[in-house]
């Protein structure tokens, strides 16, 4: 399996972004998925959950401003970050959530800063 995020950058604080993870291989739909990520002398930490299921699950910190969704079709996940703020800093990843991680892809990069 092979996981791609995409769609970070720089943002103003109050601004948003939409990350995306496409991933490879069979059977995507059954895996619950989620968004993680680390700053910078910080340890990894998830951000989002979704289950196969389409239920859902929020970091405190991002409670009411990120929205996790998946579209089992395209093999992707998504994360839509509205109202970021400076402390959201840090490289993005997907994975499994819930269960043994796969190999970690790249991760996409998300600055936020005036």
């Known amino acids: 399996v092979q996981l791609v995020e995409s769609g970070g950058g720089l943002v103003q604080p109050g601004g948003s972004l939409r990350l995306s993870c496409a991933v490879s291989?069979?059977?995507?739909?059954?895996?619950?998925m989620g968004w993680y990520r680390q700053a910078p002398g910080k340890e990894r930490e998830l951000v989002a959950g979704?289950?196969?299921?389409?239920?859902?699950d929020y970091a405190d910190s991002v409670k009411g401003r990120f929205t996790i969704s998946r579209d089992n079709a395209k093999k992707t996940v998504y994360l839509q970050m509205n109202s970021l703020k400076p402390e959201d800093t840090a490289i993005y990843y997907c994975?499994?959530?819930?269960?043994?991680?796969?190999?970690w892809g790249q991760g996409t990069q998300v600055t936020v800063s005036s």
């Open positions: 291989g069979s059977f995507f739909s059954i895996f619950a």
């Open positions: 994975n499994t959530y819930r269960g043994r991680p796969w190999s």
């Open positions: 979704i289950t196969s299921a389409g239920s859902t």
